[in-house]
């Protein structure tokens, strides 16, 4: 079933993870993939794994903190497939740290590329559908993280709140030309993100890996953590025909965290 033929799709952050695996979903059901990752070691480990697919697929190292790249990447994406049917906004970095120890700088990087680069993204995106009258649709990744407070994770949360408001207020302004934008909230994913994550929280808290992974996946009332699919999967659907009347909407994919 190729339920993306002769469609395109821009994936930022796509180097590894969720990324990484819906880029390779997408190829699957017969998209052209337009992937985008800061990390160009990523992107070229990525591309091994799609050679039967290099027709298809148009690989850019950029960083969407610089809205001079997100332009020229929009530009390549254009310039290689002729339009942009679905926008994945997953491009994002963690912070975490305790509430007191936050300084400037730490709020500017993250911000920076969580909310600003996540919006501009959007934005051009958004108006090179609206020029090629496209009916697209845009997928933002936030994270459960953004809908409660989380300790150590100050800066991240209001990120990804921002994020959550952001798809809100985009799918209220762009149903008028029929493109529809939601996001997905995942919990914890197993993939760099997370061996990231886990080792900043065992340098503020100590301890074993093992052990924080245990007591972690024991918070999650399905008992283990999200594997990049789990994400993935909800991303396609959300783009499919099958959500075709979703908008302004966030689906939670963490396996009841966010209920707990």
């Known amino acids: 079933m190729k339920r993306f033929k ?11 993870g969720v990324g990484k695996q819906t880029t ?8 052209n993939v337009v992937i985008s990752d800061v990390n160009k070691n990523s992107l070229l480990e990525l591309k091994k794994h799609t050679e039967k697919d290099k027709n298809k697929i148009l690989i850019l190292s950029a960083d969407i903190s610089k809205p001079e790249d997100v332009k020229k990447m ?6 290689k497939f002729g339009h942009i049917d679905y926008l994945i906004n997953n491009a994002g970095i963690p912070k975490t740290k305790k509430m007191m120890e936050i300084k400037r700088d730490d709020w500017n990087k993250v911000l920076d590329v969580n909310i600003k680069g996540t ?8 108006e090179s559908m609206i020029n090629n009258k496209i009916n697209g649709v845009i997928v933002n990744i936030a994270s459960i993280a953004g809908e409660k407070g989380r300790p150590n994770f100050l800066v991240y949360s209001a990120s990804k709140a921002a994020v959550l408001s952001i798809t809100k207020s ?3 302004e762009f149903a008028a030309y029929g493109i529809r934008v939601n996001s997905i909230s995942p919990g914890t994913i197993d993939t760099p993100m997370w061996d990231k994550v886990s080792n900043d929280i065992l340098k503020i808290k100590g301890g074993k890996k093992e052990d924080l992974l245990e007591a972690w996946v024991d918070k999650i009332p399905l008992k283990r953590l999200a594997k990049p ?3 993935s999967d909800v991303i396609l659907f959300l ?15 963490c396996g009841g965290l966010s209920i707990v």
Not at 24 to 31: V, Y
């Open 74 to 79: 929009l530009c390549n994406s254009l310039k």
């Open 229 to 231: 699919d789990d994400i």
């Open 119 to 126: 919006f501009d993204v959007l934005i051009n995106v958004a």
């Open 6 to 16: 002769n469609k395109t799709a821009l994936i930022t952050g796509a180097g590894s």
């Open 24 to 31: 390779l979903s997408f190829l699957k059901e017969g998209a």
């Open 170 to 172: 985009a799918a209220l």
């Open 239 to 253: 783009c499919s025909n099958e959500a075709r009347f979703i908008t302004g909407q966030t689906i939670n994919v």
